[in-house]
């Protein structure tokens, strides 16, 4: 099976700019998790969804968002960029939710904000 | 905040020796799991030991948990040049469908 795939996989963007990262799960996992890592603050949950739904959020602004679509490919979006959002952006899919089984992570997305 | 705190923050032995990496956490767990991360790329899922589990193998690796003391250890035997990484505790608890990560340990092992 192919691994999760994520893109584009490197991003610079300037700050007020909005952005849009994809994330296409291991066929057949419904859940997809995404996460924050930064030197800073280390790797912190986003959000995760399964099968269209958002089950949980973690304590990040508004900004944030996201959403899965009927085939468990997931977007995450990030509006009015701040230099802060800087990161490496992570998805990771399994079939159930990370809590019960692994989780598969994606190489993920290095945003830059300028 | 974070929920596992991995100990020590920096690790480095020589090849063959072994390593041990310790995470401590607050609250009561379902599982506990440990991911290593190879400089700035995705993770990569180790072992998931659950809270009624005491100890599991994978290979060279070796996984306690005691969830009196919050704390889980994860040992590497025979430790190679390609062991060279951060590992990462990660926990989930209740129904919230979140794991959360520790900071991690980043581990090198010299040639």
């Known amino acids: 099976k192919a691994g999760v795939t994520q893109t584009p996989r490197y991003l610079i963007k300037t700050r007020g700019q909005q952005v849009t990262l994809s994330c296409s799960p291991i066929s057949g996992h419904r859940s997809v998790s995404w996460y924050q890592q930064t030197p800073g603050q280390g790797l912190q949950f986003l959000f995760e969804?399964?099968?269209?739904?958002?089950?949980n959020k973690g304590n990040f602004p508004g900004r944030f968002s996201g959403r899965q679509f009927s085939n468990s490919r997931s977007e995450m979006n990030v509006s009015t960029l701040e230099l802060g959002d800087s990161a490496l952006y992570l998805c990771?899919?399994?079939?159930?939710?990370?809590?019960?089984?692994?989780?598969?992570f994606g190489p993920g997305t290095r945003l830059t904000v300028l | 905040s974070q929920q596992g705190e991995e100990d020590p923050q920096a690790l480095s032995i020589q090849e063959g020796e072994n390593a041990t990496m310790n995470c401590s956490y607050k609250t009561s767990i379902n599982n506990l799991q440990w991911y290593r991360q190879n400089s700035g790329r995705g993770l990569v899922h180790l072992i998931l030991i659950r809270s009624n589990e005491r100890e599991k193998h994978s290979g060279r690796l070796r996984v306690t948990l005691d969830t009196s003391k919050k704390s889980s250890s994860l040992l590497i035997t025979a430790s190679r040049a390609a062991d060279t990484a951060s590992y990462f505790c990660?926990?989930?608890?209740?129904?919230?469908?979140?794991?959360?990560f520790g900071k991690g340990t980043l581990l090198t092992v010299n040639p």
């Open positions: 990660a926990t989930s608890g209740g129904s919230n469908y979140k794991l959360t």
């Open positions: 969804y399964f099968s269209e739904t958002q089950r």
């Open positions: 990771a899919s399994s079939p159930q939710g990370g809590v019960y089984n692994e989780q598969f």
